[in-house]
């Protein structure tokens, strides 16, 4: 059976296609082509035809006509009578490309890849370490490392200094926890890879919260899990939803963002809380709550909801999954996974089975800044309201059309465009500078195709050349005249 691309599809596996110098079409075909080389797009692979390719990629008919008839002098495209336009035939197969069937992050992935460039990426909401960091690992350095070098190094489920410190951490949360409860992990995501391995077997079903953070349902799709997802109100996931979810084809995992959900940034309420692990324990199904932002906090509220796993009923499953990486810094790569002993076990055993160990001198640094976390994220919180604020005041004033809810806490802001669908802006965005992820990679419902994350985690020039550059965007598509753009210069 001949595979069909469609044009969403095929313009997601194309990421910044249209960065840099050269006529649109070229670069249109430079990128297919890399796209044919690298195995994501296969021989015999149908395309998608050229008025529906350019409208997702929000450039004229010309440009897609001319990309495919490069390519057709290549002889990596051909064309077909009455069967459209196909990837020629190869020798020899191209490798795997390693990405996810269905998949949704892989911009995201490729950006971390990249590094940084030319564009103001929307893909990754963190920022630089707090200075603490350099200030614990010269203690570390100076007082530990004769201690550290006699250990033997292999600790697959943490450094039982470092899971004393997070169990303490929890039980002072209103959470009461024992080390071998806690595994260590090389950071969040890492966590949640682990818990997907032991929970997840083919058929699976998850239900997600919609929108969610296409990195981490990726992660489930490459279990080859269906995801469920259901809708959220300002208090959380939505009750009638998820209860019909549970109840309906026995799921294996519940995921939830409960602490400053990505992307909406809403933080559900303790009641909600109580219901979810409630509806939860009643079906049987394991809840794995992603606390990734769980410290950075733009409410009155004195102390943030205990974790999710403190409202739920005796017996019930929980898995909290958690990092340093918002609060402190996202190159220091420990994350943790907290939930029953039985369980941390078996995750231990993946774990060991991938790297051994998270290394302990990362570990020894983790275990002197946990105790500090809450200074260390409320000094965080205080500094990224202030680029809140900024951000919130350049979009009233440049793009007043544009909506969006302020965020109870993280590092983003979910933004409404009106009238207008969020692919084909970010097509436009990146021929302005910026890649945007679109809420279609966030929400596989379609409720969302009009949204986008903006994320203020930049300094404040930054913010300003941002909002500049998305303005030019949005104006050139109330135009209706997508048109190339000069260079782009880094920004120093």
Known sequence: ???????????????????????????????????????????????????????????????????????????????????????????????????????????????????????????????????????????????????????????????????????????QQGLPTCPDEILVTTGAHQALVVVAEVYLRAPSRVVVEAPSWPACLDIFRAADAELVPVGLDDEGIQVPGLAAALAEGAPALLYVMPSHHNPTGILMSPARRRRVAELAAKHGVAILEDNAYTGISYTDEDEPPAPLAAYAPSGAETLTVESLGKAVWGGLRIGWLRGPAEIIERCARRKAFADLGTPIIDQALAARLIPRLGELAARRSAAQRERLEVLERLLKDQLPTWQWRRPDGGASLWVSLPDANADVFAQLALRHGVEVIPGSAMDPTGQHDNCIRVPFTFTPDVLSELVHRLSRAWNELQRHGPSDCDPLRPII
Not at 27 to 56: C, M, N, Q
Not at 128 to 156: F, I, K, Q, S, W
């Open 1 to 171: 059976m001949v595979h069909f691309r469609s044009a969403p599809e095929l313009a997601e596996l194309l990421g910044s296609w249209s960065t840099g110098q050269g006529p649109l079409y070229r670069k249109l075909a430079d990128a297919l082509a890399r796209a044919v080389d690298e195995g994501a797009l296969r021989t015999g692979e149908r395309l998608p035809s050229e008025r529906e390719l350019a409208g997702v990629l929000a450039t004229s008919r010309a440009t897609v006509v001319g990309a495919y008839e490069e390519l057709r002098s290549r002889q990596l495209l051909e064309r077909r009578q009455g069967s459209g336009t196909r990837v020629a035939a190869r020798t020899p197969t191209p490798r795997a490309d390693g990405r996810v069937a269905g998949g949704r992050g892989t911009a995201i992935f490729q950006r971390l890849i990249d590094g940084p460039g030319p564009l103001i990426s929307l893909a990754c909401a963190t920022e630089g370490g707090a200075p603490e960091v350099a200030d614990t690992l010269n203690d570390v350095t100076r007082y530990d490392m004769t201690e550290l070098l006699a250990d033997p190094g292999y600790h697959p489920r943490g450094l039982p200094e470092l899971r004393e410190a997070i169990a303490t951490y929890y039980t």
